[in-house]
């Protein structure tokens, strides 16, 4: 059964900081990986899709890594602005043909 | 224009009634889903739907029951409510299967309150 981890569950930065937010998922067999970015009381949103085959997907100020094989993902911030704040959640596309979330790693960041 | 949209946004009934959800896409995406999120913040798949067929029912109690009239909508039934259910309810939408590899896009939620 695919688990989906991510670490730290909150992170508080100054704005401008870059930073790394973690995900790791046991079982290697995935289709892709999405994350997401949830504000309070509204859906999600997509930010990121990385297919199996590739190794990162960038979208303006956010870079995406996929190592398939060891069971992780990074998603890097860079210049990180108040707007930023929210909760990140990855997901996986695994051999169920589902995605399994994390439960996210809530990020805030001060002016 | 709302791509993937709920009704309603709250819900706050008493346990043991019956009660809907809505969901609606204007994506024109062939495929749509329900997921729960509980306190925790876990987000679970609990129902999809391909071209009005159900292609995905994992261990869900057979008290919610999702009903799909046209390729557009996705409603989700629940009967005798229990406070367990109380949580955010997802609807999603893909393009192509749920077995294809595209972005799933999600509604607002559903934050339900049972009582």
């Known amino acids: 059964k695919q688990e989906v981890t991510q670490i730290p569950a909150a992170l508080s930065v100054p704005e401008g900081e870059n930073l790394v937010l973690n995900c790791s998922f046991t079982?290697?067999?995935?289709?892709?990986l999405q994350w997401f970015r949830q504000d309070p009381g509204k859906g999600l949103t997509s930010l990121l899709l990385i297919q199996s085959s590739q190794r990162e997907q960038t979208s303006g100020r956010l870079n995406a890594s996929l190592d398939k094989s060891s069971g992780r993902s990074t998603l890097y911030i860079a210049a990180s602005q108040p707007g930023d704040s929210a909760t990140y959640l990855c997901a996986v596309r695994g051999s169920a043909r589902q995605l399994t979330f994390g439960s996210g790693t809530q990020l805030t960041v001060l002016p | 224009d709302t791509a993937v949209s709920q009704t309603p946004k709250y819900l706050v009934t008493q346990m043991g009634n019956d009660k809907s959800i809505k969901c609606e896409q204007n994506l024109g995406h062939d495929t749509m889903y329900w997921y729960k999120q509980d306190s925790k913040k876990f987000l679970k798949i609990m129902f999809s739907y391909n071209n009005k067929e159900l292609i995905i029912n994992e261990t869900v109690p057979n008290r919610f029951s999702p009903k799909s009239p046209d390729k557009a909508h996705l409603n989700l039934h629940i009967n005798s409510l229990e406070l367990g259910d109380s949580a955010v309810y997802f609807c999603?939408?893909?393009?192509?299967?749920?077995?294809?590899?595209?972005?799933?896009?999600f509604g607002p939620g559903t934050r339900l309150t049972v009582l």
């Open positions: 999603a939408s893909s393009h192509r299967g749920a077995l294809d590899t595209d972005t799933q896009y």
């Open positions: 079982d290697s067999a995935i289709y892709n």
